[in-house]
């Protein structure tokens, strides 16, 4: 992808130097000025000659001279005011400047330097000094005119990448707003429990997906993926996997099966996860493996049936206070074929609340690189056990956030919280 020329980037190709460079011979004596012009043009130099400092300065603005060859003693601007006005007025460009002088004081020579000579030459001129010193001022030309064309093609490959950078930006942006989209309801009502949902990326987007479904008459379907890596690849998987697990259309869910009169029922987890672990292995071109918490909720009886694959444990905090962490561990999904996976029950009392956490959690680092671990998410939750819903969330981040000495986490955090109310009771 190219873009056009920037104004800065033709001006260096305008000024490059052509074959024949151009001098600017300046001294208030004509006679002067016809020796060095004659013994320029004999050298094979496009020449230009000037009387005065202020007739030098307005032959330069038509155009810029390569060379200039300057006396210093001049009737009005003298040969260090008009170097020093020609710095000035073309600070973005360059030519050689040497001053023509009978001065040999050191502190004057210094002087002239420091307003921005290049070179002196002693007068009279003698003709092979005066080609040394103009085949140095050639040199130097060429290589700063090189490093002018190196710094142009610089600008305008920084001026590129800022342009492909921003519109990388603009597409991570959307992409961000379509996988935060595969969240339809962050927060839900249930009549028997209140359900919330966590989803924060590392970056703009990221490899973690949390969700639910409809699995059947009075049953709930939840679950919580981590795959591996970050960035786009892992986010167009989490998208891929949540087609699979889909709460709009059950006849594409895996963890669904239909019944004879049409509605749907949910199938064992882990019969779910095997053949998740097999599709990934024989079907998905990827080396992304992922973590997976599969449940089924009985909104009735606060049954839940869970099958876990690699992620974090569940988390159950009891109504009075108590905080219990269970689960059979298990591999991760996409490692190895014919893995058989597991499945255990939790039952929730009323007053009960499930928490299903992603590594982003568990594996926060503090500013050593301390990882919060079960102990620090068992002490979160009693310091947070009033707080409800979506505020728990916020609670919960916060002092994840504090706890990090950051706002910038090093991994995805998502999470799933229930709360769980029971049955209402009989009038």
Known sequence: MGLPDTEFTQQVRDAEPQDRLQVLVVDDSRFQRRILSASLKGLGYDVTEAASGSEAMAISR????????????????????????????????????????????????A????????????KPVNGHELRARINAGKRVLRMQRQLTR????????????????????????????LQQSLLRDRHRIFDTGELSLLLRSSGHVG????????????????????VSGHGISSALMTARLAGYLSSTAPDQNVALRRL??????????KDVIEELN????????????????????????????????GHPHPIVHRRD?????????????????????EQF?????????????????????????????????????????????PSFFSALTEALEHFADTQDFPDDVSAILFDYTGPASPA
């Open 62 to 109: 038509r155009r810029l001279p390569d060379i200039v060859l300057s006396d210093w003693m001049m009737p009005g601007m003298s040969g260090l005011e008009f170097c020093r006005a020609f710095r000035d007025l073309f600070e973005d460009q360059y030519a050689y400047f040497i001053i023509l002088t009978s001065k040999s004081d050191k502190k004057e020579i």
């Open 207 to 226: 490899g973690d997906l949390v969700g639910y479904f409809p699995a059947g008459d009075g049953k709930l379907g939840l679950f919580a993926i981590d």
């Open 260 to 269: 004879e009169n049409g509605t749907f029922a949910p199938r064992p987890p």
């Open 278 to 309: 097999d599709l990934v292995l024989n079907e998905m071109e990827t080396e992304h493996y992922f973590t997976l918490m599969l449940l089924v909720l009985d909104l009735e009886t606060g049954v839940v049936t869970v099958s876990q694959a």
């Open 345 to 389: 029950e939790i039952t929730l009392a009323p007053g009960d609340r499930l928490l299903i956490l992603s590594d982003g959690v568990t594996e926060c680092p503090d500013p050593n690189g301390t990882f919060l671990e079960e102990d620090g998410i068992r002490a979160l939750m009693q310091e947070l056990h009033e707080i409800k819903g």
């Open 150 to 177: 190196t710094n142009a093609l610089m600008r305008d490959t920084v001026e590129e990448l800022q342009y492909l950078y921003d519109a990388l930006d603009r597409d991570l942006l959307e992409a961000k707003k």
């Open 111 to 122: 002087q002239g330097l420091d307003i921005g000579a290049d070179d002196f030459l002693t």
């Open 321 to 341: 206070g108590s905080v219990e962490q269970q689960g059979t561990g298990g591999f991760p999904v996409g490692l190895l074929l014919g893995i058989a996976f």
